[in-house]
């Protein structure tokens, strides 16, 4: 008798419902997604922090706690702490300049590179479906997919300094541009 009320249901709810639910879903599998820990070619699981952290040492070179701080939108305690565990597994090497003795700087070691490397083809095959998908569209249908999307962020309440909603429509390829934006919160650095 369940079922046949469900079915009801769906019966009953139009496309623009059933969109509005996929997406709500597609939300929600994308943030578990975030939280499984792997391992990305290395023999430790990392979480999703780790790899934030270990992304933007490797797009800044030489950085140091409190820049890192500020791209992830944490506190200097938050990286020192994830940094140590992550120095502690073999990810990260701290190092001081012989100009600044105050400052901690970190690096990546063979096995960070290894580890970014990992996320990144894992990633690449996340979004190579998606990619073949859009691709398959006409441009008329992505501009309303993107319409979509503008209006989803526009009824978001979050802080008028989000730099990932504000700089929404400033997206451009890291590849193609001398501006490096951290994995996460998208800030030029």
Do not use: W
């Not at 140091?64 to 140590?84: C, D, H, P, W």
């Amino acid at each position: 008798m369940f079922s046949c009320y469900k079915i009801y249901l769906v019966m009953k709810m139009n496309a623009q419902d059933i969109l509005i639910k996929k997406l709500y879903q597609t939300l929600n599998l994308m943030i578990c997604e975030s939280k499984i820990s792997r391992t990305y070619g290395t023999s430790n699981t990392l979480t999703a922090s780790d790899i934030d952290l270990l992304k933007c040492v490797q797009r800044k070179k030489n950085a140091k706690a409190s820049e890192i701080s500020s791209y992830l939108g944490v506190t200097n305690g938050a990286v020192t702490q994830l940094a140590r565990k992550l120095e502690k597994k073999g990810y990260l090497e701290p190092y001081r300049v012989s100009s600044n003795k105050k400052e901690i700087y970190y690096r990546l070691t063979c096995c960070g590179e290894t580890a970014c490397q990992g996320f990144d083809e894992h990633f690449s095959k996340i979004t190579s479906n998606i990619n073949n998908y859009i691709a398959a569209l006409d441009s008329g249908t992505v501009d309303k997919i993107i319409g979509l999307f503008n209006a989803i962020a526009d009824s978001l309440i979050v802080e008028a300094h989000c730099s990932i909603k504000h700089g929404a429509d400033k997206i451009d390829c890291p590849e193609k541009s001398e501006e490096k934006r951290c994995e996460k919160c998208q800030k030029v650095y």
